[in-house]
């Protein structure tokens, strides 16, 4: 597509309940990585992926978070057993082949809201 | 540790007047050096970046910032303020060896007219 696509926009869940947030990088980009942006807390690295190599899963924040890339394209951020300060935006960004020389391209972001 | 600091979360200024945003980076290696503007309920956009090369970076929209290894600075700047500049903008940098952005806290930025 001509962009990251992330959905859905905006999700309201209950506490406890588990939620799948969507990410569609740009078409041939091999690397994706997920953020999770607090208020005034800036946007936090979740996890990278980079082509078929292993994720680097080093910024989730607790063994309730996931992550997936199909095929190595569409990624999937699971939230299991939500919290409220899970509440925040998650935003997917994709780039060309990673490392220092490539933009990385954000998604829109989907507004998550723990009540 | 490798970090990325700005201060000030909001940053108030006229139409018209310098806009300056400020950015410090602690890396034990050089850095690549990157400013993202996040305009309401979007993603973030690249402003500009620095690699190698030259110190002094122009962007989009009028933005550029330069790279000063002795402060370990990359602060923006834009001469005239724009009432459409009102956004969040995000100081990040990458470093050698490691493929993630490592971002401020970011600075709200309101244009007064």
């Known amino acids: 597509g001509a962009g990251v696509s992330q959905s859905p926009s905006n999700k309201v869940t209950e506490k406890g309940k588990d939620v799948e947030l969507r990410c569609d990088p740009i078409?041939?980009?091999?690397?994706l990585y997920w953020y999770r942006q607090s208020l005034g807390q800036g946007l936090e690295f979740l996890i990278y992926f980079q082509g078929n190599s292993a994720p680097d899963k080093s910024g989730l924040p607790s063994d309730r978070f996931s992550a997936e890339r199909t095929g190595g394209s569409v990624s999937t951020l699971t939230i299991q057993r939500t919290q409220q300060e899970d509440s925040a935006v998650y935003l997917c960004?994709?780039?060309?082949?990673?490392?220092?020389?490539?933009?990385?391209?954000f998604g829109q972001g989907t507004r998550l809201t723990v009540v | 540790a490798q970090s990325v600091t700005q201060l000030g979360s909001h940053v108030s200024v006229s139409e018209g007047a310098l806009v300056l945003l400020r950015c410090n980076y602690s890396?034990?290696?050089?850095?690549?050096l990157f400013w993202y503007v996040q305009y309401p309920n979007q993603g973030l956009q690249l402003l500009l970046k620095y690699t190698t090369g030259a110190t002094l970076v122009k962007g989009i929209n009028g933005f550029e910032a330069e790279f000063k290894k002795s402060e370990t600075s990359f602060h923006l700047t834009k001469p005239s303020a724009h009432m459409s500049d009102a956004a969040e903008y995000f100081c990040a940098m990458l470093t050698y060896g490691n493929n993630r952005l490592a971002f401020g806290k970011g600075n709200q930025v309101v244009v007064i007219p």
């Open positions: 078409s041939g980009h091999t690397a």
């Open positions: 890396s034990s290696v050089p850095p690549y």
């Open positions: 960004a994709s780039s060309l082949a990673g490392g220092r020389n490539t933009e990385a391209f």
